[in-house]
Each structure stands twice: as C-alpha cells, then as structure tokens.
Nanobody, 123 residues
C-alpha cells in the first residue's frame, strides 16, 4: 500500500505564489515517477506537471510552463510543485500521483493518488 499526502494549498491573490508538497510512504519501488494534476469543479482532471525518478526529466502543461516548477527529494520521499504568477484559472483541487516507471501525462496511468489540496486564486 502506498500513501500520498498533499499539503501547501490555500488562498492567494493573483500573481502570488504557493508551494505544494506531496509526501509518500508505505510500499517502495525501485523507481517511480510523480505527477501533479488538478481538477476544477465540473471539469476533468488535467495534467499539470510530472517528474522522473532521477528528476532529470520533467514535463509541464502548456498552461503552466514557465510559471510552475516540479521537483523532488527522494531522501525525503517528497515531491514539490512551486507555483508562481498564479492566475484565477489555476484555481482547482491539486492532486499528486505516483506511477512506477516513467512519467506520463495521462491520469489513468497513475496507480496511486493523494486526497488533494485546494488552491484558490482570487482576482
């Protein structure tokens, strides 16, 4: 069993910053990718960013490229999402997800999910 716990969400004004964290525990894998996804009310769960086991490869949605940065600390079993220049359209419930092996943009290919942390950006 794998547990993922997100933290760091909150209410911020347009242009502000937040740093999300996702701590993993439980079953271990030799290598695994981590992803961040978000879901606004009434919408599908969308890819935000992902990172490989070594951190050497990352991917971003076009809508966040240049504003968000994903990183990980394997010694702490934690992945981060630094979000800068936030916009009202970034408002959503943010989830982290784990996938043994390589990362992908498809949420359906991730095996483990956290409960989410709410990010609200006011205009």
């Amino acid at each position: 069993q794998v547990q993922l716990v997100e933290s760091g969400g909150g209410l911020v004004q347009t242009g502000g910053s937040l740093r999300l964290s996702c701590a993993t525990s439980g079953r271990t894998f030799s290598s695994y990718a981590m992803g961040w996804f978000r879901q606004a009310p009434g919408k599908a769960r969308d890819f935000v960013a992902a990172i490989s086991w070594t951190g050497g490869t990352t991917g971003y949605a076009d809508s966040v490229k240049g504003r968000f940065t994903i990183s990980r600390d394997n010694a702490k079993n934690t992945v981060y999402l630094q979000m800068n220049s936030l916009k009202p359209e970034d408002t959503a419930l943010y989830y982290c997800a784990l996938r043994p092996g390589t990362w992908t943009r498809s949420p359906g290919l991730y095996d483990y999910w956290g409960q989410g942390t709410q990010v609200t950006v006011s205009s």
